[in-house]
């Protein structure tokens, strides 16, 4: 059963990139079932990260020579399940879409990243949808804001700064060389009056193609709002960056970075 749901957002139309590798990972994770390995969470992060998926809505009024108007109403679909769960539909692809579309409809194709899709989700959205699902056609792959939420740490660490997503089943994590002393002074400051991080690992990785690293925190602590923990954290040491540099955050409960941090002497200790 499919219902719509109106709401006045500002959008722009993107370009569709190829999500054949998200799709390729659907289908590991569907297969593994309950007992996802690390591998196969890594490479849903980092396609996920990556990918571009198309919303198909209706706007009110209609665009003129192609461009939206101040103010349209966009009116996205969504579909409902058993649990009465509410959930919008996106799609991989054209093709895709055009599985799923009546002769009759008419839409206006939207595309968003991941940012776009959780930002929409949880701020332009008002709570009124449960997730997403992708294909309802095909791979039918439903992803929880809960797990969208999970993810936004290591996708999008930092919100307010230059951050990258990155994946360390590709780039993995070394002990960070050559920090500058700004940088350890800045976050150790920080880290001093915050009362829920008791330790941080200073950590860089290699992005594809990158002559300089990328520097990691791998920060443990104890609150519930990762979010806030992060935001602030990537703040507080922002003047101490070279300009458009950019740094990374992952939860040291995250079990891949585990791997990585053990026996790593944290940069700061509570």
């Known amino acids: 059963m499919d219902n719509n749901s109106t709401m006045t957002v500002q959008l722009t139309k993107g370009e569709i990139t190829d999500n054949s590798q998200l799709i390729e990972v659907f289908k590991k994770m569907q297969k593994e079932g309950m007992e996802i390995s690390d591998d196969t969470r890594m490479e849903f992060i980092d396609s996920f990260g990556k990918a571009q998926l198309i919303v198909p809505a209706t706007i009110d009024p ?7 108007q101040d103010g349209a109403t ?16 996106t799609f991989s692809s054209l093709e895709e879409f055009k599985k799923w579309k009546k002769e009759e409809d008419k839409f206006a194709l939207l595309t968003f990243d991941f940012q776009g899709l959780r930002d929409l989700l949880f701020e332009k959205a008002g709570g009124r ?36 997503k990155m994946s360390v089943k590709t780039s ?3 002990p960070a ?24 690992y200073l950590m860089q990785t290699f992005k594809e193609g990158a002559t300089e690293p990328t520097i990691v925190l ?20 922002r003047s101490a960056l070279k300009e458009n540099q950019t740094i990374g955050m992952m939860p040291a409960k995250d079990p891949v970075a ?12 509570k």
């Open 129 to 164: 949808y449960d997730g997403i699902v992708v294909d309802p056609k095909s791979s039918n792959f439903a992803v929880k804001n809960g797990f969208i939420k999970e993810l936004s740490t290591i996708i999008m660490p930092g919100l307010k700064m230059n951050a990258e």
């Open 172 to 174: 993995p994590l070394t």
């Open 177 to 200: 060389e050559n920090i500058p002393d700004e940088v350890l002074k800045s976050l150790k400051d920080y880290c001093a009056t915050n009362g829920d991080i008791s330790k941080v």
């Open 62 to 68: 209609e665009p003129v020579d192609g461009k939206m």
């Open 74 to 89: 966009f009116t996205f679909t969504m579909m409902e399940t058993s649990e009465k769960l509410h959930y919008l539909i």
């Open 258 to 269: 585990q791997e990585f941090i053990k026996d790593i002497e944290p940069a700061y200790t």
């Open 218 to 237: 791998v920060v443990d602590f104890e609150s519930t709002n990762v979010k806030k923990v992060f935001d602030e954290l990537a703040l507080s040491i």
